[in-house]
């Protein structure tokens, strides 16, 4: 009678954590229908999404080695509610390798975390080969320099991409196409910002957009308190937690506003246009969605396998490239460069 007990209460200690974590995921997959300014903890759960995925996935193995078949339907629901999110950082099957010989245009983005400060200019000219390489037609960059010692890295970079457009601070777009507008769109209180240009491509014009938005600041938070402990200042745990929790919340609403600008902007378009850049938010956030609008997400489309675009601590995706449904997503994919904490993204596009 004590083992029936007993097996009793850790079945509904089981249920319990399952009923929470099913709403927790049910939340999560839909707080990015709403702004983040009062509603940051249901934002926050689009965060850990990939977790409660995960942990709905174990619990479910549990019922299944119980063989309560009625209770694992409540995480097999939970699971397959969320394969349009999974879908975002995985996709099935292989990708297009004949993209190269269709006709279309490669596109790339690519935050280069200007090119990590250094004077000679190897690292922009390995770039540039990188892109060579790929046979990219457009350029989209971030925290981008041009200064490279007594050097410009633009002068290098036209002899392959002949035409470019500057926006404000770090953003540039190199061009094989020519570029017959631009627009830059400065952010309010931060260094980021935005920008379009109109491309000509073979007489026919689409508007790219670049785009950079506020970062989290999770790295400069640890990197602050990291500083303090080496001069000998004493950091609490909890204040480290808190600092982080704050600089990330703030982020979420200034991208918010950020991207909305953006979504203003590219409404006002009237020609095909493909919106990419660092978002610094992932897949199903606030930014995520109000950035995609009733575009299409070219991993979604034409992806293969695990996409990460961020090579710090958070492997997550958060470098995108977007599209018109007018166009076709031929083939999407990523390279190890090693040269950013970002990945460079490259898709090509049949117009």
Not at 282 to 296: A, I, R
Request: glycine fraction near 6%.
């Amino acid at each position: 009678m004590g083992k029936l007990a007993v097996y009793k209460y850790i079945t509904m200690m089981f249920l319990v954590i399952q009923i929470v974590l099913s709403i927790f995921t049910f939340v999560g997959l839909f707080g990015g229908d709403v702004p983040p300014s009062g509603n940051t903890a249901r934002a926050m759960l689009v965060y850990v999404l990939p977790l409660l995925i995960a942990a709905n996935a174990f619990i479910l193995i549990y019922w299944l080695l119980k063989r309560l078949w009625i209770v694992s339907s409540i995480p097999i629901i939970t699971v397959l509610s969320c394969i349009p999110y999974i879908g975002t950082i995985y996709q099935f099957g292989p990708s297009n390798t004949n993209a190269d010989n269709s006709a279309g245009i490669k596109i790339a983005t690519y935050n280069v975390a200007n090119f990590g400060r250094e004077t000679s200019g190897f690292m922009a000219q390995d770039i540039l080969s990188e892109m060579k390489k790929h046979k990219v037609d457009i350029l989209c960059m971030q925290e981008y320099s041009d200064a490279s010692g007594d050097k410009k890295n633009s002068d290098s970079y036209k002899e392959y991409f002949t035409y470019m457009a500057t926006g404000n601070n770090d953003m540039v777009i190199y061009s094989r196409y020519p570029i017959k507008k631009t627009k830059n769109i400065p952010f309010e209180y931060t260094n980021n910002s935005a920008m379009w240009c109109d491309v000509d491509v073979n007489g026919k014009r689409i508007r790219v957009f670049n785009v950079h938005l506020e970062t989290t600041g999770f790295n400069r938070t640890l990197q602050q308190a990291a500083k303090l402990t080496n001069s000998g200042i004493k950091v609490e745990s909890n204040s480290i937690i808190n600092a982080i929790y704050n600089n990330y919340t703030l982020g979420m609403i200034i991208r918010a506003g950020q991207a909305n600008t953006v979504a203003l902007e590219k409404r006002d378009s009237d020609i095909p246009t493909i919106l990419c850049g660092d978002f610094n938010d992932v897949p199903y956030s606030y930014v995520y969605n109000t950035m995609l609008g009733d575009m299409t997400d070219g991993f979604k489309e034409c992806g293969s396998g695990w996409m990460r675009t961020y090579r710090g601590k958070k492997s997550v995706r958060i470098d995108y490239i977007f599209h018109d449904k007018s166009m076709t997503g031929l083939t999407y994919y990523n390279t190890q460069l090693t040269y950013s904490d970002h990945y460079p993204v490259f898709m090509k596009i049949e117009i």
